[in-house]
């Protein structure tokens, strides 16, 4: 398992529009990933898990991946979110 803690930017959270980039651009890798803040454990891979954490602007998550492809899953996860997702 591989994880790394980032803070979300997005003035808006991690709402509709990024969760939706997040969970396309995780579904390409076989393994797992978790978002977890102080309260929950989140599957990265479901919009409604993600969007039910109501995730605010300058949160900090961990983002912890596992499986056979975990390390560029997690670099591609933390790029996303480092970057705002675009906005």
Same mark, same amino acid.
């Given at each position: 398992? #591989?994880?790394? /803690?980032?803070?979300?930017? %997005?003035? &808006?959270?991690?709402? &509709?529009?990024?969760? %939706?980039?997040? #969970? ?11 978002? #977890?803040?102080? /309260?929950?454990?989140? %599957?990265?891979?479901?919009? &409604? %898990? ?11 998550? /961990? ?14 996860? #933390? ?9």
């Amino acid at each position: 398992m #591989v994880s790394k /803690t980032v803070k979300i930017k %997005n003035e &808006m959270g991690f709402h &509709m529009r990024p969760a %939706n980039m997040f #969970v396309t651009a995780m579904t390409k890798y076989s393994s797992d990933i978790e978002i #977890v803040t102080d /309260t929950k454990r989140i %599957n990265g891979k479901s919009i &409604m %898990n993600i969007m039910a954490a109501c995730i605010k602007c300058g949160s900090e998550i /961990t983002v912890e991946c596992s499986g056979a492809d975990e390390q560029a899953m997690l670099d591609e996860a #933390v790029s996303l979110i480092e970057s705002g997702f675009g906005e």
